[in-house]
Antibody, heavy 120, light 105 residues
């Protein structure tokens, strides 16, 4: 079955960077893409960006442009999200989710989420 | 960026009620719209895609309609398992979520 397993919780200081992994199994990694979505405590869902492992394309929300990098390693079937310049506003649960390989679409499979806490 | 606005933000209902949630886009998204259900401590669950297509395994009491800028999610007869927060998501231009609608008892 399709599984997306994310890396564990992170505690970072303001100004630091965080890199979260999303290891997949149960399907052909390179045929699909990944989107990253975050959820601050008690808040709604916020789209950050996506990558197509199929066509090697990335795009990012304007809010995060220049501060986020999403990559995909086909050799390990793992997607990554790197967020730099952390502030307390980046404290959130970060999700990876699978999407189509050819366009940014809805996500039927999600990781369990990775909690990132930014605190001095 | 396309803005998505859901209404209401909170909805009080009872088991057996017919429930309708509205999602409005700041510009046309054609039918590139999805609906998700999220329960506390869980990742979102896809219910509807392309505005009106029911995801496999989702009960038929859930339905979606609309196109362009106005969309609705309807639960025909609310069940105890349906008390949750619902989000719309456009994927016409990048992606944006609505702010969520909490369906409470």
């Amino acid at each position: 079955q399709v599984q997306l397993i994310q890396s564990g919780p992170e505690v970072k200081k303001p100004g630091a960077s965080v890199k979260i992994s999303c290891k997949t199994s149960g399907y052909t990694f390179s045929n699909y893409g990944f989107t990253w979505v975050r959820q601050a405590p008690g808040q709604g869902l916020e789209w950050m960006g996506w990558i197509s492992a199929y066509i090697g394309y990335t795009s990012y929300s304007q809010k995060f442009q220049g501060r986020v990098t999403i990559t995909a390693d086909t050799s390990t079937s793992t997607a990554y999200m790197d967020l730099r310049g952390l502030t307390s506003d980046d404290t959130a649960l970060y999700y990876c989710a699978r999407v189509s390989g050819t366009y940014l679409g809805p996500s039927e499979y999600w990781g369990q989420g990775t909690l990132v806490t930014v605190s001095s | 960026d396309i803005q998505m606005t859901q209404s209401p933000s909170t909805l009080s209902a009872s088991v057996g009620d017919r429930v309708t949630i509205t999602c409005r886009a700041s510009q046309s998204v054609s039918n590139w719209l999805a609906w998700y259900q999220q329960k506390p401590g869980n990742a979102p669950k896809l219910l509807i895609y392309k505005a009106s297509n029911l995801e496999s395994g989702v009960p038929s009491r859930f339905s979606g309609s609309g196109s362009g800028t106005e969309f609705t999610l309807t639960i025909s007869s609310l069940q105890p398992d349906d008390f949750a927060t619902y989000y719309c998501q456009q994927y016409s231009s990048y992606s944006t979520f609505g702010q969520g609608t909490k369906v409470a008892i």
